[in-house]
């Protein structure tokens, strides 16, 4: 069974940092592309990120380009997303989600970790 | 403000059969990638429902079901039932913009 489990969310000031992490199991972690995708409070979804199953190529979303840095561990099969600079606005439940190569639909989803950035 | 355009919300009792749009553009909807659907049940995740446009996976109803004409896409229901309560998300690939892109979400209320 496909199990991604997001942690590290929590509460930040403005300007500040977080790390979040999905561990992943119950596939060959290396064989997918993965995926950040994020949801604002009673807003709809916004991809954020994709980093190939190889590590590279690695995409980001205009909102987040600059801030943001995906990265994947293979020994740990966890995927990562370093957040700098944080706004209120980035406000979210962040999901990671599974990319199979060659398509354009993300097949498995994570539960969510809740990002809050406010003073 | 979202690429792909979703009504907020529709309604339809039990049993009825309800439909949901979704209207991009020809570098989305109308270029070559497929428009995939996502159930997000109330407090869940979202779970992909339909890809490439008709595709559903393993362990969906045979109740949904997808669509694609031009820059538009629908998804429908038919048979309404209860726990089909919930947000639906279109989602697909945006050629100009290089990014993948969701419309705003359609909730499903069913009286």
């Known amino acids: 069974e496909v199990l991604l489990v997001e942690s590290g969310g929590g509460l930040v000031q403005p300007g500040g940092s977080l790390r979040l992490s999905c561990a992943a199991s119950?596939?060959?972690?290396?064989?997918?592309?993965m995926n950040w995708v994020r949801q604002a409070p009673g807003k709809g979804l916004e991809w954020l990120s994709y980093?190939?199953?190889?590590?590279?190529?690695?995409y980001y979303a205009d909102s987040v380009k600059g801030r943001f840095t995906v990265s994947r561990d293979y020994a740990r099969n966890s995927l990562h997303l370093q957040m700098n600079g944080l706004r209120p606005e980035d406000t979210a439940v962040y999901y990671c989600?599974?990319?199979?190569?060659?398509?354009?639909?993300?097949?498995?989803w994570g539960q969510g970790t809740l990002l809050t950035v406010s003073s | 403000q979202s690429v792909l355009a979703q009504p907020p919300s529709v309604s339809g009792a039990p049993g009825q059969t309800v439909t949901i749009s979704c209207t991009g553009s020809?570098?989305?909807?109308?270029?070559?990638?497929?428009v995939h659907w996502y159930q997000q049940l109330p407090g869940a995740a979202p779970k992909l429902l339909i890809h490439?446009?008709?595709n559903r996976p393993s362990g969906v109803p045979g109740r949904f079901s997808g669509s694609k004409s031009g820059t538009s896409a629908s998804l429908a229901i038919t048979g309404l039932q209860t726990e089909d309560e919930a947000d639906y998300h279109c989602?697909?690939?945006?050629?100009?913009?290089?990014?993948?892109?969701f419309g705003g979400g359609t909730k499903l209320t069913v009286l």
């Open positions: 989600a599974t990319k199979t190569p060659g398509t354009t639909y993300f097949n498995y």
């Open positions: 119950g596939f060959s972690f290396s064989s997918y592309e």
């Open positions: 980093i190939s199953e190889t590590g590279n190529p690695i």
């Open positions: 020809d570098s989305n909807i109308g270029a070559v990638y497929g």
């Open positions: 490439d446009n008709t």
């Open positions: 989602q697909s690939y945006d050629i100009n913009l290089r990014v993948w892109v």
